[in-house]
């Protein structure tokens, strides 16, 4: 039985006949399966590992924020009954937290197919909720219905500007000026962090304005609009607290350095 909380999440009762959906036709996604128990969890990574998918795992809602708070994810399944912090409290800290993973959709695992826990996740913030335990062709359809929605936009797939500019440039010179790029986000990241441009948005702003060129040559999206943001809120002196908007910037950079990495180590190959 699959509850659906809102219109885009198509998620209505599913019918086997429906959900001939072939594999291939999927996007590799990153997945967090949040989960407390062993075989549930087990079982549901592995299916999404055998979709293609990059799948990371938690076994408590206190994981879970940790983990968010420093990757970008495409989906979330959420337990909603765990141990420390439970899936509802888990996923209202994420929606109210401005983190990276705040627009990412969650569904919640229930083995419970009550209203009540359908009025809990929304409130909560979920996008839908799904009732265990999760059948290989129901977790095909959720996932196919929830990348085909037109927001949706994936993290973990290659932009055809850095392929490009490998192409352009040559594999050597391309690899000097990524590495570089990020060297220099990771020096403007501890920069921020050590006060640096406290007293001088001016400075801040043109930092961020450089930086976000250089995202924009690699095909850095999710990198682009945040320096684009911050550069914007610095001119207008709205800044008054760096933290957060740092942290976000951080994880977002990890996430396009691991692709960078991959993306070399495949064409080194």
Known sequence: LNLPLKQVAKTD?????????????????????????????????DMLEGMGHNVSSATNGLETLDLAKKQIFDIIFMDINM?????????????????????????????????????????????F??????RLAALRKIISDVISDSSF?????????????????????????GWVFFEELEQFIKQCDQDFFRKDNNALAEAA??????SAMFGQDLLEKQLAQLEVDARKDAIKDLTDRIRSLEGIAKQSEAIFSNYVSLIIK
């Open 13 to 45: 009762v599913v019918e086997p006949k429906a959900l001939d959906i072939p594999i291939e036709n999927f996007k590799k996604i990153n997945v967090l399966v949040v989960e407390d128990s062993t075989t549930n969890r087990e079982v549901l990574c």
């Open 83 to 127: 141990p420390i912090i439970g899936g509802i409290e888990a996923t209202h800290k994420i929606r109210s937290g401005g983190g990276l993973n705040s627009k990412t959709y969650i569904a919640g695992l229930t083995a419970h197919g009550s209203d009540e826990f359908g009025v809990e996740a929304k409130e909560a913030g979920m996008d």
């Open 129 to 134: 909720y799904i009732t265990k335990p999760i």
């Open 209 to 214: 304005h450089k930086l976000k060129g250089a």
């Open 153 to 177: 936009e994936t993290i973990g797939e290659l932009s055809p500007v850095l392929m490009e500019l490998f192409e352009t440039l040559g594999r050597e010179k391309a690899l000097g000026v």
